[in-house]
């Protein structure tokens, strides 16, 4: 049986300095590494790897690397106390929201956006 704890999701980006700019902007992450190709970010203790997805067919292969912009792949949730203020800092540093803030039937308030590769992230609160 394999441990259930992760400690690196890669997210495979069309342009790295794009996705170096916006996740610098938009989250307060720690550089791990950084080279022409990849920026491995530390959040809270699990790493983001952005990899230009050029690199990427190695890593998954004899799967495809799909293309971008063919719909959404991934949601990353992120647990935060006041999903409203996150959502104004965000419009503020120009990050569109997909959609959101909403409470959801399942006990969170949510609100999605996407980075320039079309990841998606969701900030969530837990509604009391």
Same mark, same amino acid.
């Given at each position: 049986?394999?441990?259930?704890?992760?400690?690196?999701?890669?997210?495979?980006?069309?342009?790295i300095d794009d996705a170096r700019s916006f996740? =610098?902007?938009?989250?307060?992450?720690? &550089?791990?590494?950084? %080279?022409? @190709? #990849?920026?491995? !970010?530390?959040?809270? +203790?699990?790493?983001?790897?952005?990899?230009?997805?050029?690199?990427?067919?190695?890593?998954?292969?004899?799967?495809?690397?799909?293309?971008?912009?063919?719909?959404? =792949?991934?949601?990353?949730?992120?647990? &935060?106390?006041?999903? %409203?203020? @996150? #959502?104004?800092? !965000?419009?503020?540093? +120009?990050?569109?929201?997909?959609?959101?803030?909403?409470?959801?039937?399942?006990?969170r308030r949510t609100a999605a956006f996407c980075?320039?590769?079309?990841?998606?992230?969701?900030?969530?609160?837990?509604?009391?």
């Amino acid at each position: 049986m394999l441990p259930a704890e992760i400690e690196v999701i890669t997210l495979f980006v069309d342009k790295i300095d794009d996705a170096r700019s916006f996740y =610098r902007k938009v989250f307060a992450a720690d &550089v791990v590494y950084q %080279d022409p @190709v #990849c920026s491995v !970010l530390n959040f809270s +203790g699990a790493m983001i790897n952005l990899l230009e997805a050029t690199q990427a067919p190695q890593l998954v292969e004899p799967s495809a690397v799909a293309a971008s912009g063919s719909g959404a =792949r991934i949601l990353l949730t992120i647990k &935060v106390d006041d999903v %409203d203020k @996150v #959502c104004a800092k !965000l419009l503020g540093l +120009g990050v569109a929201l997909l959609n959101g803030p909403i409470d959801r039937p399942w006990g969170r308030r949510t609100a999605a956006f996407c980075d320039p590769s079309g990841h998606v992230w969701e900030v969530a609160q837990e509604l009391r």
